[in-house]
């Protein structure tokens, strides 16, 4: 299973997820990272020294990557992830999780499944940790989509146009699926958005508003159909940007 895109954090789509007042807030993306510091007179800023990941980090990551791990119940790989009804072993292992972000390998043979389904059973269980009330603990997910269109200038390819969008969603998982139906879904929707942006024609990604009310429509149309009655959704959104030189 490859690794989903980080979850864009675009302010319109916390609005459908924080319709309780005065409820704590949880993250929307799971990946914290370091924050940079400065010093107060010189103005140079520095990022701080990623804490590295230790034995007993990467040990619960392999003892949830089993050869089975997909057909686990998905409530039962989230509890042992981060049981969101114990205050200690949930901070416990989402600081584990936070090393592991910031400094497994790229090309660790566990980078991947941290990337894909632990960061969707990450978001997961922070939803339902922090937030207090039913209405904040539908789920969020979503992605980055991004096509180019290269021309040959003097010999070299180089891109003329750009168009990209960000988009996200809610979505309530059944109480009888499996990780790898939720993982599935996930990937099935963000690769259809990816394949439908790719399909359009350059004239048509030129038209701002209609590509975004088009995507949209493509995203309804795709959680719907993708989620069933295993994965209701709701609350889609989708901003859409196109640039374009030499034209």
Not at 22 to 41: D, I, L, S, Y
Not at 126 to 133: G, I, L, T, V, W
Request: proline share 5%.
């Amino acid at each position: 299973m490859g690794s989903f895109k980080k979850i864009p954090l675009l302010l319109a789509g916390l609005a459908v997820l924080t319709a309780c007042a005065g409820a704590p807030q949880g993250e929307t993306n799971p990946v914290r990272r370091v924050a940079a510091a400065a010093f107060p007179h010189s103005g140079t800023e520095y990022e701080a020294p990623a804490p590295r990941y230790t034995r007993a980090d990467y040990r619960l990551l392999e003892s949830l990557r089993t050869e089975d791990y997909r057909d686990r119940p998905l409530d039962a790989f989230n509890a042992a992830l981060l049981d969101w009804t114990d205050e200690d072993a949930f901070h416990r292992n989402e600081e584990a999780l936070q090393r592991l972000d910031r400094s497994l390998p790229g090309d660790d043979p566990l980078r991947p499944f941290l990337d894909g389904t632990v960061s969707a059973s990450w978001n997961e269980c922070q939803r339902r940790h922090y937030s207090a009330c039913p209405q904040r603990q539908t789920l969020t997910a979503g992605g980055s989509l991004s096509r180019e269109r290269l021309a040959d200038v003097y010999g070299d390819q180089v891109a003329t146009a750009w168009a990209w969008a960000d988009f996200w969603y809610g979505y309530t998982p059944g109480a009888s699926v499996t990780v790898g139906e939720r993982d599935d879904f996930l990937q099935a929707v963000e690769q259809g958005m990816q394949a439908y942006l790719e399909d359009r024609s350059w004239e048509q990604c030129k038209g701002q508003k209609t590509m975004e009310r088009s995507l949209l429509a493509e995203l309804k149309r795709l959680t719907t159909a993708q989620g069933g009655q295993s994965f209701p959704t709701g609350g889609w959104e989708v901003v859409y940007q196109f640039e374009t030189v030499g034209d």
